[in-house]
């Protein structure tokens, strides 16, 4: 939606391209497999927050390709209709991470938190109701675009709150493996038995990759399956990363690669 942080994180990477809101992220999955938008601005985790509920169930099932990353500056901001004070709060709403983003605050007003589907439609129904005990937890962007004034800013928890974005395409576009150092994210499952996931993952610590990212997910009734997500430094084309993939395809039940893309300045930042 307009004036969310994926607004932002769109036109800091892709500013000559006109961003489009949805209200759910498996919308915005369907709009660009159905070619109505060319790409998708996916957040996927934050430091604060966590993992961004859904996302890692819509990527395995998506036809989608991941061929990049943006790290997004998270800098909050308490949003209310003009004559709103502190003292007139008895809401605040926000998409699940915001509010795990600022619990600091909500518990220091005392108020209500209320799960909306993302930061900017909070916002939006803020400036609708244009009631003083409703507030709302968004981007600085997100008051400009609905008239809102900022009660207090930067109240998340803890400085430094940054979001993860992917980058969704139709299309799989590898970089050039002499370009720079790249990511490559994929899932695989295995059975839930002794030793099966020690054997898939042995393959990278004998080839010294390195394993960014892992997180397991039942897929199955009976939990005797489970679904894993796990993201590597390397390209494909690397000897290291084919030895290890082709080790992992041998212990895995399924492999699916995601998308390899060129690894963000952000991870080399001190």
């Known amino acids: 939606m307009l004036g969310a942080y994926s607004h932002m994180a769109c036109a800091a990477v892709y500013p000559d391209m006109e961003p489009v809101g949805f209200d759910t992220f498996a919308q915005a999955f369907a709009a660009v497999e159905a070619g109505d938008c060319e790409l998708g601005m996916i957040p996927i985790e934050n430091t604060l927050g966590g993992r961004v509920a859904d996302i890692h169930h819509l990527l ?34 926000s998409h699940e991470q915001g509010l795990a983003q600022c619990r600091e605050l909500i518990k220091e007003l005392g108020v209500e938190a209320l799960d909306f589907g993302d930061t900017a439609g909070a916002a ?31 109240i998340e928890d803890r400085l430094g709150n940054t979001t993860r974005f992917v980058i969704m395409s139709r299309s799989s576009v590898d970089p050039d493996p002499l370009a720079g150092p790249a990511m490559t994210s994929l899932v695989f499952e295995t059975r839930s038995v002794p030793g099966a996931l020690y054997k ?71």
């Open 60 to 93: 395995p099932e998506s036809s989608l390709y991941i061929i990049g990353e943006h790290y997004q500056p998270v800098r909050h901001q308490l949003l209310a209709p003009e004559g709103a004070t502190l003292d007139t709060l008895k809401t605040v709403a």
């Open 124 to 154: 939006k129904e803020a400036a609708e109701r244009n009631d003083p005990s409703f507030a709302a937890i968004a981007s600085e962007l997100a008051a400009e675009t609905y008239g809102l004034q900022i009660l207090r800013s930067r």
């Open 200 to 270: 898939a993952l042995g393959g990278f610590a004998t080839n010294g990759i390195n394993i960014t990212k892992l997180e397991s997910y039942i897929i199955d009734q009976s939990f005797t399956a489970a679904q894993f997500y796990i993201e590597v430094e390397g390209h494909p084309s690397d000897p290291g990363i084919a030895n290890a993939f082709e080790e992992l395809q041998f212990f895995s039940a399924k492999m699916k690669r995601l998308g390899t893309y060129p690894l963000s300045e952000w991870r080399t930042q001190p």
